[in-house]
């Protein structure tokens, strides 16, 4: 059974998004996705500063599997990429929540949040995925 957070907010693509404190956002892969993926073995993450679209490309994740774009779930300026995840892109499989967030983002608007499932809309989305 996958994992799926309370405080996190889900796009229909296996997004995760999470509110910081100080109105930044964080974001992953769900544990689902991960887990379909498979071992993650390199991860390709935009530069620090650019602007990104809601459905834009925000990185790439190769697996043993596949390779698989990920997308911005809300439109906003990169403040932070998870270096860690160059070295370690396993990070995104152990700890998919935590260590292996992917960006830091400034919104360009938190409403937008609100479009994203929470997690009872989004394990009823992955259990029909």
Same mark, same amino acid.
């Given at each position: =059974?996958?994992? *799926?957070?309370?405080? +996190?907010? &889900? ?17 992953? *892969? ?6 379909? +993926?498979?071992?993650?073995? #390199? ?14 490309? *925000? ?11 990920? &997308? ?18 396993? +990070?995104?499989?152990?700890?998919? &929540? %935590?260590l292996g967030w *992917? ?11 609100? %479009?994203? =499932?929470?997690?009872?809309? &989004?394990? +009823?989305? #992955?259990?029909?995925?």
């Open positions: =059974m996958s994992e *799926i957070r309370a405080e +996190l907010r &889900y796009s229909s693509s296996h997004e995760w998004i999470k509110l910081e404190a100080d109105g930044s956002v964080l974001i992953g *892969i769900t544990d689902y996705a991960q887990q379909a +993926l498979g071992d993650i073995v #390199f991860v390709e993450l935009p530069e620090k500063g650019k602007h990104l679209d809601s459905g834009s490309e *925000i990185a790439i994740v190769e697996s043993v599997k596949a390779a698989s774009d990920i &997308y911005a779930p809300i439109s906003g300026v990169i403040l932070e990429r998870n270096e860690g995840l160059i070295e370690e892109p396993s +990070l995104i499989n152990s700890s998919p &929540y %935590d *992917i960006l830091r983002l400034r919104p360009k608007e938190l409403e937008s949040l609100r %479009d994203l =499932m929470d997690e009872h809309e &989004y394990e +009823l989305h #992955f259990k029909e995925d």
